[in-house]
C-alpha cells in the first residue's frame, strides 16, 4: 500500500518601519489533512545602521517562523509517542 499525503504551509510576512529601522513579523501556519493546525512566529529587525535590504529581514524571520513551527510539531509527535507507548520520547 502506498498513501501520499500533502501538507501546505502558509507564510505571511508584515513589515513595520519608523525611520531607519524596521521589523519584519513571519507567521507560519500548518494545517493537516490529519487535523494538525499549528502556527509559529519570528521576527527579524533593522538596526539604523543597516543597509536596507527587506529580503534579509523577510528571510530571517521565515526562517524564525520555520524554526518556531518545527519545535511544536516536534511536541505534538512526542506527545502521540507517549500516548501511544506509554513511554516518554527524548529527542
Known amino acids: 500500500m502506498h498513501t501520499t499525503k500533502r501538507w501546505n504551509i502558509d507564510i505571511l510576512l508584515s513589515e513595520e518601519s519608523e525611520g531607519d529601522s524596521a521589523r519584519t513579523m ?12 499549528l502556527r509559529g512566529h519570528g521576527m527579524a529587525r533593522k538596526h539604523p545602521t543597516d543597509d536596507d535590504v527587506p529580503e534579509i529581514g ?34
Open 26 to 37: 513571519a507567521e507560519a501556519g500548518l494545517d493537516s489533512q490529519d487535523g494538525v493546525g
Open 58 to 91: 523577510d528571510e530571517l524571520a521565515v526562517s524564525r517562523a520555520l524554526a518556531d513551527l518545527s519545535r511544536q510539531l516536534r511536541q505534538v509527535a512526542a506527545e502521540d509517542i507517549s500516548d501511544h507507548t506509554g513511554t516518554p520520547w527524548r529527542p
